[in-house]
């Protein structure tokens, strides 16, 4: 099984975050945009991972889990990678809590002694609103985008990370919990 872990966000952010998608759609830039279900704060993906793996992520997930105390996720500002003039990702941002940043790292380091490579880059948390898949009317889609770049969107209080299976259809991506791992 294809699996990832992350915080799945509360029905009031992904109301706002499918408004957001909602007028950057109306810009009709040949955009890929994000659907409801992959409206969640990705912390680590494993990828391609069998049963016995799976048993030992999940105990993995549920000690990390069980060291750190809920905690305040806030949605803000909205940009593209690798940048501006030619986006590839729209994305929306979020504040780097020092206890989001921990969890991650402690997460990818737990991880890590399991045989899952630790992330080269800087987490940097943020949620994919959509991925470019062509020149036409992209500009129109940055200038909506850049309406928000320093807007807040609103928060929640993360209590509990998930581990996420993915299935890679025609129409997109099926995201389904498989387990979840409250914070102590």
Known sequence: MRVFIAIDLEPGLKTTLLAL???LKATRADVRWTQA???HLTLKFLGEID???AVRVKTILTDVAGRHSPFPLHLEGTGAFPGDEKPRVLWIGFTAEPELLALQDELDGALEGE???REKRTFKPHL???RVKGPDRIRDAMLELGKHRQKAFGGMTVRKVALFESRL???GAEYRVI???GLS
């Open 37 to 39: 279900a992959g409206l």
């Open 128 to 130: 994919t609103l959509g």
């Open 169 to 171: 259809r025609p129409e």
């Open 21 to 23: 998608i909602r007028d």
């Open 51 to 53: 049963e016995a793996q």
């Open 115 to 117: 045989g899952f490579a």
């Open 179 to 181: 387990f979840e791992a």
